[in-house]
């Protein structure tokens, strides 16, 4: 790769769609799971949390195997496309099945749900693994990267302002109080939009068809190649730092505005907390915006350390705007709170983050290619989504413990006001404390801009002497 490599808007666009498909897949189980089966159907939520935990196991071998796999397939459609098609319509078809445990004892109803969550968490790899891959490969540019990675953004966000009301829409009235019944029908419109936006960039991205490698890496030696990474080892610290204090939080949002904020009333915290949701994502597009041109002047880890900077005050506000006592108003027919002020923020700061952290990915990817003679985006991007899904699989079992710590194990019965504090301060406090300690690993992150672009240069050399 000689030139650098400017990608269309046709193609940006094309790629990114598949991010609407990314955030429903991922977003919408664990969105729904808790409230669903422990509030709901009444399972302990550490239950659940071991539930939402044992696919992540299973994907400690499927990640980097999908990712191996991936960097190795030879088809006349490329190395991702073809898995891509596969993974997105595999997910669509068991989305809506989540919610359908056909067994009335909650030993049994746990069992299906985790029977099922792992079959729709492999589908999920299939998707996501060559997905994320073929996005690093599309552009060799050091700013260009953070451009292409900013669609998948852009239109994953849209369906940001959808995420927050799915709990919500199962409530509708047309549903008449079975909220079980609402998340089947929800999850089923979702499947279709699923299909059609994950579908896209198979179908109209196109791949550089490579040589195959005359001496395929087998898994394991794969695997070791590309945690001796020093910068990729970095990354991957202060990643999976930052997203099990978020995503352990994360699982308290509700918790906290039904019990601690709006005293019990779910169909208003839900309400809320769709608003709050909605005032992230708007947050999240003007973070997008201001990291590419951030990024451009000074760098991809400086602007990084700035939006985590950001989030970290946002989340330091919660202690004050997630409070009960503030009056809920009527804002264009929604319920508007505060703590939509805090979530504004915080969505502006953490997006900006997740944005850099793949551009700055497919520079490491380079670093790779020059010091192993390999392109192998495919298991950088599995070994990154198995990082984010062992956060996943701490956090959906400490999500559980704690609301179980903090005495709240039947939600559906109710829980105590000293109760529901203690689930407000322990919502704030994991997330600052994952949040500081991102902030510190990231300051000793290598590769500024120079560095990168004297990697791409050594390359381009390399490559003219073939």
């Known amino acids: 790769m000689n030139e650098t490599q400017k990608v269309s808007l046709s193609t940006r666009f094309a790629w990114g769609t598949g991010g609407w498909a990314d955030n429903f897949m991922f977003q919408t189980l664990m969105i729904l799971a808790l409230p669903i089966y422990n509030i709901e159907l009444g399972v302990d939520p550490v239950w659940v949390g071991m539930a939402l935990m044992f696919p992540r196991l299973f994907d400690a071998i499927t990640d980097p195997l999908m990712g191996n796999i991936s960097d190795n397939t030879q088809s006349r459609w490329g190395r991702r496309r073809p898995w891509i098609f596969t993974g997105t319509l595999l ?206 002047k000074t760098g991809k880890k400086e602007t990084l350390i700035a939006g985590l900077i950001l989030t970290l005050i946002a989340v330091g506000s919660m202690f004050f705007t997630m409070q009960p006592g503030f009056q809920v108003h009527e804002v264009w027919g929604f319920k508007y709170h505060p703590q939509a002020i805090s979530f504004f923020f915080y969505g502006m700061g953490q997006q900006a983050c997740w944005l850099l952290i793949d551009s700055m990915t497919a520079d490491i990817c380079d670093e790779d290619e020059l010091r192993t003679g390999r392109r192998r985006e495919g298991m950088f991007g599995a070994v990154k989504s198995l990082a984010l899904k062992s956060g996943v699989a701490i956090t959906g079992l400490t999500g559980g413990l704690v609301i179980k710590f903090a005495g709240a194990s039947d939600a559906s019965q109710g829980v105590a006001p000293e109760v529901a504090n203690t689930l407000h301060n322990l919502f704030i406090i994991i997330q600052a404390a994952g949040l500081i300690t991102g902030i510190i690993i990231f300051i000793f992150y290598p590769i500024t801009r120079a560095k990168s672009e004297e990697t791409r240069r050594l390359l381009d050399a390399k490559n003219l002497s073939k």
């Open 91 to 296: 997910c669509a078809i068991l989305l809506p099945l989540l919610w359908m445990p056909p067994f009335s004892g909650k030993e049994a109803t746990i069992i299906y749900f985790t029977i099922i969550s792992t079959l729709y968490a492999l589908a999920y790899t299939m998707f996501i693994i060559p997905y994320t891959a073929l996005g690093f490969e599309l552009s060799n540019d050091y700013d260009e990267r953070t451009k292409v990675m900013s669609w998948r953004m852009y239109v994953g966000l849209v369906a940001g302002l959808c995420l927050p009301n799915l709990y919500a829409w199962c409530q509708n009235d047309v549903f008449e109080g079975d909220i079980l019944k609402g998340a089947r029908w929800v999850s089923f419109i979702v499947a279709l939009s699923i299909l059609i936006t994950g579908l896209t960039p198979a179908l109209f991205c196109r791949e550089k068809i490579t040589e195959p490698e005359k001496d395929k890496l087998k898994l394991g030696q794969a695997l070791l190649e590309t945690v001796k990474d020093g910068s990729f080892r970095l990354l991957l610290s202060a990643y999976l730092t930052v997203v099990a204090g978020t995503l352990t939080s994360a699982a308290l949002t509700l918790y906290v505005n039904i019990y601690h904020v709006f005293d019990g009333d779910k169909k208003l915290a839900a309400e809320v907390y769709a608003l709050g949701g909605m005032f992230a994502v708007i947050g999240a597009y003007l973070g997008l915006r201001l990291a590419n041109i951030i990024s451009v």
